[in-house]
Every structure is written in structure tokens, then in C-alpha cells.
């Protein structure tokens, strides 16, 4: 039997959003390369903006640059302005996995914990393409719930699936596995 034991507080340091492929349009093509080169500027909205009230986005497309001005929000710490878009575009098309995972993530970014749990287990579901940020994701919201078990070994899952991310890695030193 294994009990799990938290040595110290695990530091909160989330890697890039996951950013959802915009095709077609230009100016939804341009704010998808802005999240991409993670540049929020005021030039990157701009795109995002335009393209949200002039072009004629099909339903996955518009969910994808709401979606992808979310991410641009999330990296200039405008959390809710973040949460907003990421909350929009799931409700403009259910199916964008990056769009609910990084809600969860902004959710978590804000001090959420818990109840960020169905939005990544959707992201999950859906197939996102960041894997290992998911389970990373998931981990951090196990430990805010006391779930500890379960938050380690989503931290060992995120590790396995990109052993070239350091976080993980780094959060996984702070459990001590103890055999009884």
C-alpha cells in the first residue's frame, strides 16, 4: 500500500495556453499567429477583434479566435477577460478542446481548484492536442481539492507524455511516496 505525502507546497507555474488553428480567414489567421507568437498587443486584439465583428466565421472558426484572443488575454494576466472568451467559445461550439482546457487553466490562474475539473475532463475527451498540460491541469486542481493521490499521479502522467517539460518534473519532487 502507498500513501502520499506533500513535502511542500507545489509553486503554481503554468506553461502557454493551448491556442485552437484558425484556417481561411486572414484576419482570424492573423490573431491564431498572434497566440501562437504569444503577443498581445494592442495589434494582436485588434485582429482578433476584427475578425470577431467583420468576417463570416463559421461556428469552429469563431470559437477558435474567441478561443485564440482568450490566450492573448491569459498571457497579459487579464484573467477574466480571459475566462470571458474561453466561457463564449465553448458556447459558440462545445467541441474546441483547447477552448476548455484553457478555461480550466484560467479558472485555476484565478485560484480556482476542484470544480475546474469537468471543463478539463472535457478537454480530455474532446482529444486536446496539449495532453500533458491537461493532466498537469488536473493535478494542480486534485491538489487544491486535497486529492493527493490523484494529483500525483497526474503529475507523473504529464511527465511521461512530455518528459521535456520541466514543471511537471519539478512539482513531482515535492511528493515524498511513502511504502506502509
Not at 479566435?65 to 465553448?90: E, H, I, P, S
Not at 500533458?132 to 486534485?142: E, F, T, V, W
Amino acid at each position: 500500500m502507498k500513501a502520499l505525502f506533500l513535502a511542500a507546497g507545489v509553486i503554481v507555474a503554468f506553461p502557454a495556453a493551448a491556442q485552437t488553428v484558425t484556417i481561411g480567414n486572414s484576419l482570424a489567421l492573423d490573431c491564431f499567429e498572434a497566440a501562437i507568437a504569444r503577443d498581445h498587443d494592442r495589434n494582436a486584439f485588434g485582429h482578433c477583434n476584427l475578425a470577431l465583428r467583420q468576417e463570416n466565421l463559421t461556428p469552429q472558426d469563431r470559437a477558435a479566435t474567441l478561443n485564440n484572443r482568450g490566450v492573448l488575454y491569459l498571457r497579459g494576466q487579464n484573467f477574466k477577460a480571459a475566462g470571458k472568451d474561453f466561457d463564449a467559445a465553448v458556447e459558440t461550439w462545445d467541441g474546441n478542446a483547447e477552448a476548455w482546457l484553457n478555461k480550466a487553466i484560467s479558472a485555476l490562474r484565478r485560484g480556482g481548484g476542484i470544480e475546474t475539473l469537468p471543463m478539463i475532463e472535457r478537454s480530455l475527451e474532446l482529444g486536446t492536442e496539449r495532453q500533458a498540460l491537461a493532466y498537469y491541469s488536473r493535478s494542480i486542481a486534485y491538489e487544491r481539492g486535497g486529492q493527493l493521490r490523484a494529483a500525483y499521479r497526474d503529475l507523473v502522467k504529464a511527465n511521461q507524455l512530455d518528459p521535456k517539460w520541466r514543471a511537471p518534473a519539478e512539482d513531482l519532487k515535492h511528493f515524498v511516496v511513502v511504502r506502509r
